[in-house]
């Protein structure tokens, strides 16, 4: 994004994405940047299955996001996730991020745009 339309509009879109995710998950979960352009969310209590209907409802809302450039071009963006369910796919935040890691880029590497789930690939 940042090499078609910029460093500011790319900036404006991650924090519009993190103002969004901000909005979509609760007090006691964790939404936090991670590096560049990836967020991490814990939700505290949550199953897999809910953790998956909670993060497809957030890809439908962010895939109806318009941007718009100085020069009036319009554009929208999607995301890309792994998820991870504690304690099935690990007990310590080293495993955690490495299996979501391997999930996000199987995400990735088969079309972007979707969330997978590690051990679906």
Known sequence: MND????????MVLKQFGSLLRQNFRNEDVVMRWGGEEFV???YGATCQQSMER?????RVWRQQKFVT???VSFGSTFSA???EYPK???NIETL???MDAALYQAKATGRNKIVIV???
Not at 4 to 11: A, P, Q, S
């Open 4 to 11: 078609r339309y910029g460093h500011g509009m790319g900036d």
């Open 89 to 91: 796919s690990g007990t």
């Open 97 to 99: 991020y490495r299996q």
């Open 41 to 43: 969310v814990g939700l």
């Open 70 to 72: 100085d020069t009036g």
């Open 82 to 84: 792994g998820l991870v």
């Open 119 to 121: 051990g679906d690939f």
């Open 55 to 59: 993060l497809n409802i957030l890809l």
